[in-house]
């Protein structure tokens, strides 16, 4: 995939996760996954909890500035599937 396009699915997963939606059928105890920047590297995150579930060997300093900026911010992320497209996309380790 090219700069632009890994950088154009990357604000378009970060605009999705980061908007508030309320589903009918939504459980109030939903647990959200982060994947953010953790001393210098990349980590999966459970919202709310300090220690990481998994940190990636890929160095954050090495993903476009772009990919790298919103990571820095923290990407929420809904489920497993999403979690899973934005590693692939990402190329993580």
Do not use: H, W
Request: hydrophobic share 45%.
């Amino acid at each position: 995939m090219s700069k632009f396009g890994k950088t154009a699915v990357l604000a378009a997963a970060f605009c999705l996760a980061s908007q508030t939606i309320t589903l009918a059928n939504a459980s109030a105890d939903a647990v959200y996954f982060i994947l953010c920047e953790y001393n210098g590297k990349i980590a999966l995150m459970e919202e709310g909890v300090d220690e990481p579930i998994a940190v990636y060997k890929t160095p954050i300093s090495s993903l476009y500035p772009a990919d790298a900026e919103l990571l820095r911010e923290g990407i929420r992320l809904k489920n497993r599937a999403e979690l899973s497209r934005l590693i692939e996309d990402l190329d993580l380790e």
